[in-house]
């Protein structure tokens, strides 16, 4: 059984890195988003001009819940798997986030089986699903021709996190620790600055479209008998 890590005894840079440079580049990444939400709010709101057709409140709900009915697009209910995919992958990150914040201060409370478990098994479907969208982007000629090389460089690095992810789990290796703690830092730095940063703007055009179109009457859907 390999030989757990010593957190008293990692090289310089290591603990640099993990207790210092992440924290670091955590608040650079609050102030680029701080600034990016600033310059949203300063520009002017639209409005509409006519009459209101439906009701606004409801609309901007339905708008925000859309995220969590499938059922409701076209694209998810013919293709529910894709759904799927894309839930657990970006419930993947949301842990990589967790874990890399909670480690280095409760790594101890981190080395329970049932933990290491979790973490290996998320990371590892999610490594598994971005191999699969990288393939898709590469193979695809639609995909190739909407996609952009910060996407490829996003998604190839994110794949490589969430596999040093399942490998950093069982906190057996300075080596692992070193490659997941380098690649978080690395996007908190980065983030802000690529195409991955799009859910700061999502609530906002979620607002605006659920108000939108529910000025308009389109929103909410309303079901009609034997459709």
Not at 131 to 160: E, G, K, N, Q, W
Request: hydrophobic fraction near 50%.
């Amino acid at each position: 059984m390999p030989a757990e890590l010593n957190w008293h005894e990692l090289m310089p840079f290591t603990h640099l890195l993990v207790h210092n440079l992440h924290y670091i580049a955590l608040a650079f990444m609050v102030v680029a988003y701080t600034i990016k939400i600033w310059s949203i709010l300063k520009k002017p709101a639209a409005r509409e001009g006519t009459p209101a057709k439906g009701d606004h409140k409801k609309a901007i709900q339905y708008s925000f819940l859309l995220l969590a009915r499938p059922d409701e697009m076209e694209s998810t209910r013919k293709q529910w798997y894709r759904w799927i995919e894309f839930a657990v992958f970006h419930v993947a990150m949301a842990v990589g986030i967790a874990v890399a914040f909670t480690m280095p201060w409760a790594h101890e409370a981190m080395k329970g089986s049932f933990i290491v478990y979790f973490q290996q098994g998320i990371f590892g479907i999610a490594a598994l699903i971005g191999i699969s969208r990288l393939v898709r982007r590469i193979t695809r000629a639609d995909m190739r021709a909407i996609s952009t090389p910060d996407d490829y460089f996003c998604l190839i690095l994110l794949t490589l996190w969430m596999g040093s992810g399942v490998m950093n789990a069982p906190q057996t290796s300075e080596f692992w620790l070193l490659s997941y703690f380098s690649m978080a830092t690395f996007f908190l730095f980065y983030v802000p600055f690529s195409k991955i940063s799009h859910y700061i703007c999502w609530p906002f055009m979620r607002y605006y479209m659920g108000k939108h179109f529910g000025h308009r009457g389109v929103y909410p859907k309303k079901r009609i008998a034997g459709a």
